[in-house]
């Protein structure tokens, strides 16, 4: 069946979302660590967000920069197609934030089209706290040749494969998953919630949150590669290949794939027995 071609709006490129304001409590980064089943203690108290945490206080702003160059009609079309974090800082309860985002480019393919959305976390003082790039596909429409910029690269280097990895995790999801992480994140897409819905979009029925596996990836990396400290988490990247249902057991292997001056950088993948669930992870820990 021909990819149908629809018109994506560039004279949106570029424009930022309003700003939101965002206040962090202690209590909702603790009911996010325990939505994601996160170890660490300064998390689960608390104290600290947990990395994919940074998501939250820019979810609201994420969807309307999509939207504002794919036609609204295509929402029910939409998934997650990659996210990269690059942290500055950590956030920590009693954080003010403000965030905003912008589509930056879009791109058509024969499957479908990716929009690429940036966004900025900052403090009410203008400290940068965090950056995110989001990429939009929209399955099955064809947006024509691309226009703008892509997100950064993290393509996963096949000859590591070669080597032992040097980190393993084993990780499950748990039944009731989805309906501990929505209210916990705010992220209320009925295709984690409803098993009819699910269905009707053309999936095996409620499938876990994109980023809520992202999440354990991420504190994953954190208690084995960084020490348990959150804040010498630079990046962390992942194209999430394909969806994760309630129950499953989940392996995540790390393989150390570039030194620089103060930090370490690992690429990791995520599998469901044979099948990758993530692919081209990326994190990048400081020394």
Known sequence: MTTPTVAFDAAAIGEWTDPEHFEVTAERIAEYAAATNDPCPQHLSGEVAPPVFAVVPVFFSMAPAALSVAPVELLMKLVHGEQDFLFHRPIVAGDKLVVRAKPIGFEGRENGSSVVIYAETRTEAGELVNEQWMTAFFRRV????????????????????????????????????????????????????DEEIAQMSGLPGIINHGLCTMAFTSWAAVMELADGDTARLRRLAVRFAKPVLPGAEMRTKFWRAADAEGSTSYAFETAVGADLVIKDGLVVISD
């Open 142 to 193: 064809d947006a024509g040749p691309g226009v703008g910029a892509l997100a950064p690269g993290h393509k996963f280097d096949d000859a590591l494969h070669v080597a032992e990895p040097v980190v393993v995790a084993d990780q499950r999801i748990d039944e009731d998953q989805t309906f501990r992480y929505s209210p916990a994140s705010g992220d209320p897409m009925p295709i984690h919630l």
